[in-house]
């Protein structure tokens, strides 16, 4: 007993988790009684942040080895993963397995392989990454650190909204930050993050934080990449034949601009005509940059000029974005740069003119609002093959007189 005893307290103190057990591993456990919820989470980035299924994430993980060869590939994945695959079990790489992998030791090899691509990894930022946290302490000086911003709760406990909850499947508690329009849970990853050289990469939660109280209309996160709350149910499980009980709840969408219409939702485009210039007026309704996150989005506005005989004569843009240059100045990704070279993005809560001289002989202008997932330099350096990066989606397409 005694031995059982220390043991327990050994791993305790070092911190290893244990393994996450095959009853909550997968969203595939929680399927048949939150339906809607899993197939919702499903079309959302969160499903799609292991490096397995994200072409963006495994060729940044590829080009950083590449430019940084005493870089090890695995210490790299689980460094990525205090985000990505916050459930992660083994959580550094010990100096001696550090010394085997640095010499392609194929056991140790394959130990590490096995940790980063468990059922539960594969499944991304999953149910039970976010309601198996008990707690949250953010160090906004540290910024998000991803599973050292939380404390997870026991295997098993559900924590979410409800006071009330009974579920035959596990356990239920409420905790605070599932309810309101508290940001807190987001920003255990979503706050800030620096790379290597101590620059700051992403900064959606900082962002927020600098907006004045009496400007937000939608406060926290939820109500624009969730949903409204609305009547709903929480659980299509009938328990003893009793239909679900009617709840306000949200939509699990993590709305991002693939899968939803979030920028003609909460971004207004207008436009005007003044002596020899064309306008674009964008008005930023979100508490953050436009764009924001990873560090390589790009929103770009076009206007494409016509003659009479619906010939194009001219065609202007400009692109909201950032651009990132390493040591010698060539332009490289967020995680491996040196410094910020520029940034044209359009900050929360704000407006902006955006001027296009108009060539003579035009009748009429083509404008478009688009978004690129990433620059297509940057895609072409990375050897993107996924479309769901390289396309351009288009958000607004229309035609303005001019005489
Ligand atoms: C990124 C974090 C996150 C992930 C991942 C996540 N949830 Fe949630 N979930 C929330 C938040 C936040 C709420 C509270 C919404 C609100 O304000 O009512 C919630 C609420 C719920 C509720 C209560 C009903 C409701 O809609 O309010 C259930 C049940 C639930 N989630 C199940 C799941 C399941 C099953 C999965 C896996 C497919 C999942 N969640 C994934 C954050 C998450
Ligand atoms: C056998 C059916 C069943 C399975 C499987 C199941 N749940 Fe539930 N769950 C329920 C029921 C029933 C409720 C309570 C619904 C209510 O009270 O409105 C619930 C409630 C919840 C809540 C809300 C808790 C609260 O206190 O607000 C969360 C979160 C949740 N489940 C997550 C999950 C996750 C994650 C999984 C998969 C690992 C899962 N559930 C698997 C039936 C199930
Ligand atoms: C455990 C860390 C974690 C938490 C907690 C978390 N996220 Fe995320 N989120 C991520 C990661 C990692 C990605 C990028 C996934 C990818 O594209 O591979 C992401 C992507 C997103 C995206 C899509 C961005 C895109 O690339 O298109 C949205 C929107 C989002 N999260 C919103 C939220 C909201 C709202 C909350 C709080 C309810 C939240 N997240 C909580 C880690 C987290
Ligand atoms: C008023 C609605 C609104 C609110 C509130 C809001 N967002 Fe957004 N969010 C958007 C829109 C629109 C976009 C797409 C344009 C952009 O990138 O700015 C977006 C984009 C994002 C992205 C990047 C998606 C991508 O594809 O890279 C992340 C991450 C994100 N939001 C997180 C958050 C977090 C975290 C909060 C809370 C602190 C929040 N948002 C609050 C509307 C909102
Ligand atoms: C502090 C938390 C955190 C850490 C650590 C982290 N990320 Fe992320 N990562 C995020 C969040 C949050 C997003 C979503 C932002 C968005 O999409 O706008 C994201 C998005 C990304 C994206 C864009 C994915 C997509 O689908 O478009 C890439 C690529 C990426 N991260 C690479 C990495 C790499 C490589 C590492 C390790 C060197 C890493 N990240 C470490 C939080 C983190």
Redesign the pocket.
Known sequence: MRSIGIFLIFTLLLGAEEKISKKWESSSNCFPCHTEIVKKWRLS?HA??HFSK?D??KK??QY?VKKRPNTILNE?KL??A???NPRVVTKTLSSDDKLSLLMDHSTVQGKYTKALNTKNMQDGVNCVVCHNVDKIHLDIEK????YRSVSFGKQGTMFGPFVDAKSPYHRSEQREHFNGNNPKLCFA??YS?KNYQGLEV?A?GKEYEQIQKSELEEEGCKECHMSKKRRGFASNYSLGGKNPKIRMVRAHRFA?VDNSNIINDYVDLSTSVEKNKFIIILKNRTPHYLP???GL?EIHLRAIYYDVNNKVINSKSTILGMQWKDQNGEATIP?LAYALQGDTRLAGKRSKKYYFDIPEKARYVRYILSYR??GNKLAKKLHIKDNF?LKEYILVEKIYRLQ
């Open positions: 980035r799609n942040s994200n963006l994430f940044t993980l950083i790299i460094k990525c205090q985000c990505h910024g998000s650190q991803g990853c979503h993050a992403y959606t991002s924001t996150g990873y989005r995680h997932a990433i990066f």
